[in-house]
């Protein structure tokens, strides 16, 4: 429209799209005012998953947690659980979990001090049984870890295996695993990896598993999360998640087409990253549904609505909150916990505010699960679905990221396809491209941080410390590694890890061999020397 | 080391060696850096998760001027690779940034250790380089010429 609109080349959002000073009707695309006139509950989604949205199904507190031995990581659960959050995520320690280590290989015991300090140790079933001790895993909806791909069949197998021992019917289990490549394939690249493919395989074959034997459970959640904390921007990360989608349909149309309708919509449980741009982030979870229902029909002519419908988990941007007066945080906590509400998340976790400094201290958990709480029960926000629907601003953005999303996913199938920009570099050249402009303009100044790089004076009335674990988690870590190795039946333990990797190299699904590896008590870095043998290494494609 | 090379050097800011001390794989942060370092001259050699032997080893053999580490864990770790750096690099300066407890501040500064959050300004971090590997080659002058 006219110049009055205002000048469109000084406002953009944060992914460079140019904004005008005010919006009108003429801005909104047909097409996009359409769909931004329908229901929620209904295709193509864009107002909300649910035709109630939460007068019926309130959004899930769902805050990441763990350290230290796993006595500590079930206190902090039953703390959060106490204090208002419905559903719980047990954070593993990155140390081992990552690399598939024991605590015992040498890379861990040259920096045995940092073990526990991001999360929980946990090497076998045991650890899952005293983690879980007392909390009725029957009644949650549990992420009970696994959020990198060679790590998922381990922790889920873990998980699984202690509902069954206590009589659960896993037909009846509620969760979400999470296995997702743009953790340790972009943003986390550990020691050892195995290769894109194999990760696929992996992955798939837990869809199918859960597809047969868990079907309230989300299989694998694909953390879009990682990759818009990477670098990549509103509608990059958007194109990557519909990629990495595609090539986990792609591989369930190839095995089994006839599961393909059921199985997208277990595929269908994601998660995204809403940061500090309000207004984009809202519209880029509206454009996300409608780009789920576009990618089912077009690309393998699913219209089912169940399939169809996108149901997102929001984790809010730890890269957006700051180390210099760490309270602020919570004031950034709350504006972007509002944004995903407004833009119709199933299910939140609220970085907290000593995000930049430490992993979270009891407070900072507690004061994220009340800016969650505050939200719900004090601002009637949650009373009407999408109350931001049929704003010319909204639908104009949600329109304009979904177009540019496509562009870049296009650009994604171009270059071979998902594992294709991983294996190369591009996606990472991408994100590093947008992590440098960034940091670059808070630098300069053109990009203000509060109390960063503007009001940067301090007359906070206490030093803010950062939240430190247990000490001596490495040595009571070797010590369990020892009574498991002792007091298991060795050779069942051999034989069922014979079997993981005799399923490994052949065709059929491994999450039995995992289920029995996992009973048989095979140890975390057992599972992954199985794997590094028979998969082989992923070479990293990015270096300094 | 010869002191032919030490005059090939002096026109150069100063050679870097950058580590992450944990088994975390973050490489974002670290990232920023080094390309922060590189855009203002110095050159630098990047090593990825590093134990301190490994860090110790490749400070001596590159004979750099400085040791950038990128952090995110217990204390204890960082002060390893420092009392293996005071062993076998004593003149090489330490600069060190990522998620920093603000408690473990004072104890790492008192180790003559500067410390970057995240947020710090790149020229703070700079400045600080430069200033770190003038003190090194001032040093390095005076054994030579002793």
Redesign the interface.
Known sequence: MSSEQGDSDRYFTASGIPLRGWYGPEDVPSPAREAGAGSPGVPPYVRGAYPGMYRTKPWRVFQLSGHGNPEDERERILFLLSQGETGFIMEHD???A??L?NVDHP??V??R??VG??GAVIQSVRDYETILDGIDIGHYYAHPGGAVVQHAPFALGCYWTVARRRGLDLSRLSGTGQSDFFL?YL?????RQIPTEAGIRLNTDIIEFCGRYLPRWVPVSIAAYNAA???LNAYQELAALFANAAVYLDEINRRTPENLTRLAYMVGGINLRVGMDFFEDICKMRAARKMWVELLRRRYGITDPRATRLRIHIVTAG?AL???QPLNNIARGTIMAMASVLGGTQSLGVATYDE???IPSEHAHQMSLRIQQIIHHETNIPAVADPLGGSHYVEALTAELEARAWEVFEEIESRGGFAAVLDEGWLHDL??GN??DL?DA??RGDRK?VG??AFVEDVTPW????F?PVEGVWDQSMERLRLVRRERDGRAAATALRDLETACRGDANIMPAVMEAVAAQATLGEFGDVFSEVFGDWKVP??? | MEGADLILNVDQPGKVL?AK????????G???V??VLRDAGFE?I?L??A???EIAAAAVQEDVDLVGLNV??????VMRILDKLDVSAPDVGVMLGG??????RSALEARGVSTF???S???DIVEQARRLVEARRGSKRDVTSA
Request: hydrophobic share 35%.
């Open positions: 990155r140390n081992t990552d690399h280590y890379e861990v040259a920096r001090e940092d300090q991001t340790t943003g986390c690249i550990p020691k904390d990477t670098g890269s700051a180390y210099q930049a400094m430490s994100a590093a992590q440098l940091a808070v630098n941080m960063v790089n030093e803010m410390t950062g430190e990015i270096s300094f | 950058f001390t944990a088994l975390d794989g973050h490489w974002r670290p990232a920023v080094v390309h630098v990047y990825g998760m134990t301190a032997d995110g864990g217990s204390l204890a770790v998620t920093i407890q603000p408690q473990h959050p995240p947020g300004m790149f020229s």
